[in-house]
């Protein structure tokens, strides 16, 4: 019995952590926003296949309920990732399923050169210029990295992120423990500054 108690336990304390982890790795280096345009930046994963894969698909549906908030009248959705097999690019994946599955009515914008995460925040800037408000969409590791990243390239437009709507309690449970893991691995590439979320 004590066995079993303390083998639960510890695996609660696994899933607290990887619900802790991610939610703050997603409220990091972001503001409050301000203005009524936004652009909500959704990042493609490697997807050789025909159709959107899983990750692709969820990080659209993230990406889509992130869409809005208070005082927004404008929403451009960006969708991000080049051809990572034989297949068309992630970006048309993504928007297929945005519009075919989601039935997205939105604005669209596809971005469909790059094929690493520096290249995806560098070829999206042009498309940020005028955006009030910017939301990247990813894992939440994943989109801090974007975020550092857009920091380092144009801290005029960083100051303008937002947090997007993809980390929701108990959502991926059971993996974000994993999730955390991976991110640890991620966030090598940035500085302690930028992994803690110092703006």
Do not use: F
Request: glycine content about 10%.
């Amino acid at each position: 019995m004590r066995r079993t108690t303390g083998v639960a336990l510890a695996g609660a304390a696994v899933l607290a952590w990887g619900e802790w982890l991610n939610r703050r790795w997603s409220r990091a280096l972001v503001g409050e926003g301000t203005g009524a345009s936004e652009a909500v930046v959704v990042l493609g994963y490697r997807n050789p296949q025909p159709t959107a894969n899983a990750v692709n698909r969820w990080r659209v549906r993230a990406g889509v309920r992130s869409v809005g908030g208070p005082g927004v009248r404008e929403t451009r959705v960006i969708l991000s990732g080049g051809v990572t097999g034989d297949g068309p690019a992630e970006a048309e994946l993504m928007a297929d399923y945005a519009k075919s599955v989601l039935r997205y009515g939105g604005a669209l914008v596809l971005e469909d050169r790059s094929t690493t995460t520096w290249e995806n925040v560098t070829n999206v800037i042009p498309l940020l210029e005028d955006a009030d408000r910017i939301k990247i969409v990813s894992q939440p590791a994943h989109a801090l990295k974007a975020r550092a990243y857009l920091r380092r390239l144009r801290p005029d437009l960083a100051r303008r992120l937002v947090r997007a709507d993809d980390c929701r309690a108990g959502e991926w449970l059971l993996v974000k423990p994993l999730l955390a893991l991976l991110g640890l691995r991620t966030l090598r590439v940035l500085t302690a500054e930028e992994r803690t979320g110092s703006r």
